[in-house]
């Protein structure tokens, strides 16, 4: 009896020991993270609502031994607006992004000696055609991520993307047979944002309406760029229609992704509710907008990123990379 009462404290105090490592190991990621406004006042970085969705899944790595692992939809490509961006190809903007999550996998490993590894599963080739960026740039953007990758050693990050599934380069297919396996009728979705208005719908319609209202907004500013021709109406209707067809392609490729890496936590770049299945993650620490939506500006050793209209507002100088290609911007 006595043999038997050890072995089972033992355990309990293994058992106790992996989840505080766990929850240690998500709050880390959890100072990092972005929430609805209206939420943040109510969670903290302990809110155990938030933390129960993910923290099976590390404590399932962690008896095992292996690293955490998390998945993130991003890094797509460059907006096509050049009043928001320098070109089509990665900056400084994506490097200081991509060393500030292999840096947070680093702080993890302090805790946890497995460590963290981030996949990045690149989401531009899925709506491309819908958001106006050249499948030929993507293609670009992808290698050159990954060379980015390597060049500065980012050990802890790998990326995935469409055509890693399918193969080729017949893309709009891809497109196509994504929809096929994981699409749901664009109808739904009009559904779910129509529900959303209402101050009753539930939190998944609300959060529906959200998303296509920040899809439309990036829909619209990447629109109105020189040379263009539409009037602001015409574009914010084509913006509105549009809207709907990059977050039906999103989904496909989120339920996709959750299929594909059923161990992994689900990170997102856009804001998450408390007990959300994802957790919305910052892509540095002093900046709220997305290195594929500008530029990286450098004040006094300080990184942060705005659009390239406002760097070039502030006066600030543009700096070239090895190659000749518009890196950043300095002030």
Request: net charge positive; hydrophobic share 35%; glycine share 4%.
């Amino acid at each position: 009896m006595l043999n038997k009462k050890i072995t089972h404290n033992t355990c309990s105090i293994n058992e106790k020991l992996v989840r505080d490592i766990a929850y240690d190991i998500l709050a880390n990621v959890m100072q990092f993270r972005i929430t609805k406004e209206d939420e943040s006042i109510y969670c903290n970085v302990r809110c155990n609502s938030c933390y129960e969705p993910h923290i099976s899944k590390i404590v399932n790595s962690i008896e095992k031994s292996e690293p955490i692992l998390f998945v993130l939809p991003a890094f797509p490509g460059k907006s096509p607006n050049p009043q928001k961006v320098l070109g089509p190809l990665p900056d400084m903007a994506e490097r200081y992004s991509l060393q500030f999550l292999n840096d947070l996998c680093k702080s993890i490993q302090k805790i946890y000696p497995a460590g963290a590894r981030i996949l990045i599963c690149s989401d531009g080739r899925v709506f491309s055609n819908v958001i106006g960026m050249k499948d030929s740039d993507i293609t670009s953007y992808q290698k050159e991520l990954d060379l980015i990758i390597r060049k500065l050693e980012l050990t802890y990050i790998s990326t995935f993307h469409l055509d890693q599934l399918y193969g080729g380069d017949d893309f709009e297919n891809m497109r196509h047979d994504l929809m096929k396996s994981f699409g749901k009728p664009i109808s739904l979705l009009k559904e779910k944002v129509s529900r959303g208005i209402n101050e009753h719908g539930s939190r998944e319609d609300k959060e529906a309406n959200r998303m296509y209202r920040s899809i439309t907004k990036f829909l619209f500013e990447d629109s109105l760029y020189p040379g263009q021709l539409k009037s602001r109406t015409e574009i914010q209707k084509d913006a509105k229609k549009r809207a709907y067809s990059v977050i039906q392609l999103s989904n496909a490729w989120s339920d996709f992704i959750a299929q594909k890496f059923p161990e992994h936590v689900r990170l997102s770049i856009h804001p998450q509710t408390c007990g959300d299945v994802k957790i919305g993650i910052k892509l540095s620490n002093e900046s709220s907008i997305t290195p594929w939506h500008g530029v990286a500006l450098n004040i006094n050793g300080k990184i942060m990123f705005v659009k390239r209209f406002e760097a070039e507002k502030l006066k600030a100088q543009l700096v070239y990379n090895e190659n000749a290609q518009p890196d950043y911007y300095i002030l």
